[in-house]
């Protein structure tokens, strides 16, 4: 049972302006005393009455999420430099290999007016936005792939949004699990059924299944990140591998019509030789250039252009590894390590659970994203749909990229918030209504 001083302690970790603590700590106190006198007048004791007075007020992560929407915090701007350097990196690597949107002028002003777009959606209409809202999320999600999949399965440009939609399901599922915490084993089973729909309609696209499996996987270790978190009750963890396994197999019996193509592909993810003049021809391709490519300096035989597939793009680090050496990989290795610890940092820094969270999931596609398209471009692993983190890959995924920093950016709290002119006090006012809590905030006159 939560006591007075872990209540507050815990709501207000979830609250993201520092300066507003006092004040709703205040207020939060005052109301507990209130009731526990209310209590205590009514001859309970003294532990009853302030157990059955912190017990009213509900749980401290949703009350502190929903105070925290009406806040501002100020953005980590050292995040936002390092996703337009990134983006930066990106354009010239591209340019280094001929990528077409870089050499036409009129691909490139649109590109560079997507990505901002792309960044600027999420970031303004905040996780705590879709939080208050995420059933109405959820069924705009569902509701789109669902005309996607019934309406528009040959219209190619939907197709391909859809594919890179699967991007949206991991902080999704994450924010629907950290809605549905305080309801216990009933919060879990609503999560994953969710998540096994989403997933079924994801698949029931074919360009997006890469994706949508590698999506799928991160709503899994996020769905061990809950548990482990206590989200659905100390209970849950007994069940979490049962309900775990019934949730992949129904996702595998659901989508049987594509589950011989998946195997096939996996087959030829591990084997690309088993398929020569097939799936597994740009693989031993690339493993061609590779064999032939020195640590510094130009590799032998033919330029990539003439030879690998996707050079500009699916391999583009095999291309710059032929091209400029070995050391290109390593010093891209270490640009997205660097990257992805700056990322890892805002994530734990986070009080918010929902933030922390929410973080980590898109940390997760960036780093599995990342780290396979590595390892197909080092000839390591057989060629696989793929997203990696802004220096690779053509305007999709450099779009995505800048989609998802705009989620992180807006989970970010970097213990600072925005400075108004005139000071603003907040009032946190706590109610009972039909014997329901309302919690209002308002603001000096």
């Given at each position: 049972m ?6 507050i302690?815990?709501t ?6 520092k300066?507003a ?6 207020e ?5 005393e209130?009731?526990?006198n209310a209590?205590?007048a ?8 302030e157990?059955?007075?912190?017990l ?15 806040y501002?915090p ?12 990134m ?9 280094l290999?001929n990528?077409?949107?870089y050499?036409?002028p009129?691909y ?6 997507a990505?901002?777009i792309?960044f600027?959606i999420?970031?303004f ?10 059933w109405?999320a959820?069924g705009i ?14 219209t ?11 991007f ?6 994450t924010?629907?699990?950290c ?5 216990g084993?009933?919060?879990f089973?609503?999560?994953?059924m ?6 079924v ?6 360009g997006?299944?890469a ?5 799928f ?8 990140f809950?548990i482990?978190?206590?989200w659905?009750g ?8 049962l ?8 996702v595998?019996?659901?989508?049987t019509?594509i ?14 030789h088993?398929?020569?003049q ?5 693989t031993?391709?690339?493993?061609d ?18 030879g690998?597939?996707?050079y ?17 990989a ?5 640009v997205?390590?660097i ?8 994530a734990?820094?986070?009080?918010s659970?929902?933030a922390?969270?929410v ?10 994203n ?14 696989i ?14 779009t ?5 920093l ?26 009972k209504f039909e014997?329901?809590l309302?919690i ?6």
């Open positions: 939560l006591t007075k001083e872990d209540f302690t815990k207000l970790e979830q609250i993201r302006w300066k603590h006092e004040s709703v700590s205040k939060l106190t005052d109301h507990i209130d009731q526990k209590f205590l009514m001859n309970m004791a003294e532990n009853e009455a157990e059955k007075a912190v009213e007020m509900g749980d401290p992560v949703e009350v502190g999420t929903l105070l925290d929407s009406s501002r100020k953005t980590d701007r050292s995040l936002i430099f390092a996703g337009i350097a983006l930066l990196m990106g354009i010239v690597i591209s340019g290999l990528n077409g949107f050499t036409q009129v490139l002003i649109g590109f560079l007016i990505v901002p792309a600027l999420p970031f209409l905040d996780v705590s936005t879709i939080y208050k809202h995420i109405w959820v999600y569902i509701i789109f792939l669902l005309w996607a999949a019934i309406f528009a399965y040959n190619r440009l939907l197709i391909r949004l859809v594919t890179y939609s699967a949206v399901m991991p902080p999704l599922y924010v629907l699990m809605c549905m915490r305080s309801k084993y009933l919060g089973i609503i999560s994953i969710t998540l096994a729909v989403m997933t309609l994801q698949c029931s696209m074919s997006g299944i994706f949508t499996l590698t999506s996987g991160i709503c899994i270790i996020m769905s061990l809950a482990l978190k206590g659905f100390g209970k849950i963890r007994p069940i979490f591998m309900a775990l396994s019934a949730i992949m197999m129904a595998y019996v659901l989508t019509p589950n011989y193509y998946i195997l096939s592909r996996l087959k030829r993810i591990i084997m690309p088993a398929d020569p097939g799936y597994g021809w740009a031993l391709q690339a493993r250039f590779l064999s032939r490519s020195v640590f510094l300096g130009r590799g032998a035989g033919d330029s990539v252009i003439n690998l597939p996707g500009n793009t699916d391999y583009a680090l095999t291309s710059l590894i032929h091209r400029f050496g070995f050391i290109a390593i010093i891209l290795g270490i997205m390590v990257f992805m610890y700056m990322v890892l940092k805002i734990r820094r986070q009080t659970q929902l922390k969270a973080s980590y999931s898109v940390l997760l596609i960036f780093f599995v990342t780290s396979i398209y590595f390892l197909i471009n080092l000839g390591i692993i057989g060629s749909s793929t997203c990696p983190a802004f220096l690779f890959g053509g305007k999709a995924a450099m995505v990229s800048a989609f998802l705009g989620i992180l950016a807006s989970t970010n709290r970097n213990n600072s918030i925005i400075s108004d002119n005139a000071a603003v006090k907040s009032l946190l006012r706590v109610e014997n329901k309302v209002t905030i308002g603001e000096d006159d």
